[in-house]
Nanobody, 129 residues
Framework: QVQLAESGGGVVQAGGSLRLACVASGRTLSPMSMAWFRQTPGKEREFVAGVSWLRGATSYADSVKGRFTTTISRDDDKNTLYLQMTSLKPEDTALYYC????????????????????WGQGTQVTVSS
């Protein structure tokens, strides 16, 4: 079982940037596929970005594609997953979760939350207008 711990959330003004980090313990990131999801009260959990263990393929939600200029990345030596977010908007306010799946994912499958067996506790991102 892998434990995931997110950090990097906070309060930022609209147009600002944040970098979220997710440190994995209990096993190495390889061969895990990783993803970021977010959720606001009363809404379903939403896929944000994912990176597959296989060839590092990435995928992004349409709501963030092109806006998060520097995106999801992983440092397997540090067992850490990152999400760099720029040009943040108030609608990006949410609790952001890191998730891990042991194996490879595709651009489609990495978007499915129930695929992931390991989740962190989340880090809150609040974007003020």
């Amino acid at each position: 079982q892998v434990q995931l711990a997110e950090s990097g959330g906070g309060v930022v003004q609209a147009g600002g940037s944040l970098r979220l980090a997710c440190v994995a313990s209990g096993r190495t990131l390889s061969p895990m596929s990783m993803a970021w999801f977010r959720q606001t009260p009363g809404k379903e959990r939403e896929f944000v970005a994912g990176v597959s263990w296989l060839r590092g393929a990435t995928s992004y939600a349409d709501s963030v594609k092109g806006r998060f200029t520097t995106t999801i990345s992983r440092d397997d030596d540090k067992n850490t997953l990152y999400l760099q977010m720029t040009s943040l908007k108030p609608e990006d306010t949410a609790l952001y979760y890191c998730a891990a799946y042991v194996g490879a994912t595709t651009a489609q499958s990495m978007r499915v939350g129930r695929l992931y067996g390991n989740w962190g506790q989340g880090t809150q991102v609040t974007v003020s207008s």
